[in-house]
């Protein structure tokens, strides 16, 4: 029977907790977004439809933009439990610098259209997080005043190669002047994409006053309020070249650019240059050949070509193909921290993020990209355990795994060989700080022409004298397992089989795998 007592008022204060209320309206708004989907809701409810929906769209039937946002959705973690946490650092090396995390904010043409801060805001709140900030060709802030918003920041620059080339030329030069540190040659853009929204708002630059953009700004007329209050909106970088807004953005699509244009880019700039755009391997392989110090695998956000190939997707096999000889990057779809995880996970060093950024924006200025940043933010993983593939290891070729550790390793693109294994390892080791050790399973002997294949029963130190000298080369530890699993013998029972073959055959191979520890 449950004993009751009349309430203490001396308990019931200590249970009253009242909140200091935040009277500033965008602080209040901001601060119950929680997600980035929370601040696109903001977003579309302060900014009219044409704005918006020009951020928020892609081409045609949107269908790479979907499959994009769903490839990361289908995504799943294993998270390994009981290991400490203490010290988690997220910042990471990218293109010769150092950035506070795993991304950046991605170049976005028109950015004041959205927000009349602008790339002034976004500047600046990257700066302040410690992240890069790109500069878009059609940026609506020029080169020297992103520099005056991120003066000690890190600045890289997005460039068009237009029809008039000695204006690109230009453009590289005064990047250059200004210390942005890294160029993105952009190579997805030859003809602008089939944007339905634009076309069904009558989307235009600078927007034209009709009925329908009075009546849409009706509930909005802090954004007009803004737009007709502060500088004429203009491709600032582009404003001393002459032409109009519409002449120059037909300049920016050249569908003759070539690999000649990027020797002749390369060769103006001192720094990094990354391609932007990539959207296969092969063309992944030949730029990398040509010596760009990185490839940005995009589709422009699902803008240019629908149905594109999905940059994430693409990832795992770009990374075995090239990953060792240049940096990869991706972009297309990323929403939130984990997504950002995802794709460091997949082999990408660094991630940028375009939407997620302008939607903060456009919820709140520099105040809401903070937002957007802090929310992005949000999601520090500790990596202690992990896995290469699924225990399958090499030494049965053609066969499929049986029992084992069934749960990371089988991704798109896990490795096939003991070398793109090694590979895959030196990465995690350059993403782990603190001391690591590698637990190898006696499926992972390491045969060649010195070494020729033996079965399990008999394997020898000398198959796994390669483990032994990658674990010296990097001053890691090494633990060793046998595999009594994934094998034509491991059917059913194996030290304990009533078949004495088959019995014996295992009894052997944990002899062998004895001699084998006491090697390691």
Known sequence: M????????????ELLHFKTPELNPRRRRLDAALTTWD???IAKRRTPAAAFDYTDGAAEGEISLRRARQAFRDIEFHPDI???????????????GRSAMPFGIAPTGFTRLMQTEGEVAGAGAAGAAGIPFTLSTLGTTSIEDVKAANPHGRNWFQLYVMRRREI??????????AGFDTLMFTVDTPVAGARLRDKRNGFSIPPQITAGTVLNAIPRPWWWFDFLTTPKLEFASLKSTGGTVGELLDNAM????????????RSMWPGKIVIKGVQTVEDSKRLIDLGVDGVLLSNHGGRQLDRAPIPFRL?????????????????????NGADVVAAVALGAKFGLVGRAYLYGLMAGGRAGVDRAIEILKKVPVSLHCWQGDDVLGFDQKGRGLSGGIQTTGN??????????????????????????????HASYAVFDEENPWVDRDQIEPRHFKKWVDFARKHGIGLDFNPTFFSHPMAKGLTLSSPDEEIRSFWIEHGKACIRISNYF
């Open 2 to 13: 449950v004993k009751r007592q009349l309430p203490n008022p001396s308990e019931i204060f």
């Open 39 to 41: 601040l696109r809701k």
């Open 82 to 96: 009981l290991h400490p946490a203490i010290d988690v650092d997220t910042s990471c090396e990218i293109l010769g």
């Open 168 to 177: 690109s030329y230009g453009l590289v030069e005064r990047a250059a002047a």
């Open 254 to 265: 050249d569908p003759t650019i070539s690999d000649e244009d990027l020797k002749v880019i």
């Open 315 to 335: 990832l795992p096999e770009v990374v075995r193909e090239v990953g060792k000889d240049a940096t990869i990057m991706v972009d297309t779809g990323i929403m």
């Open 411 to 440: 991704y798109p693109g896990r490795a096939r060989t003991p070398e793109e294994l090694f590979a895959d390892i030196e990465e995690v080791l350059k993403l782990t700080p603190g001391t690591k050790k590698i637990n190898v």
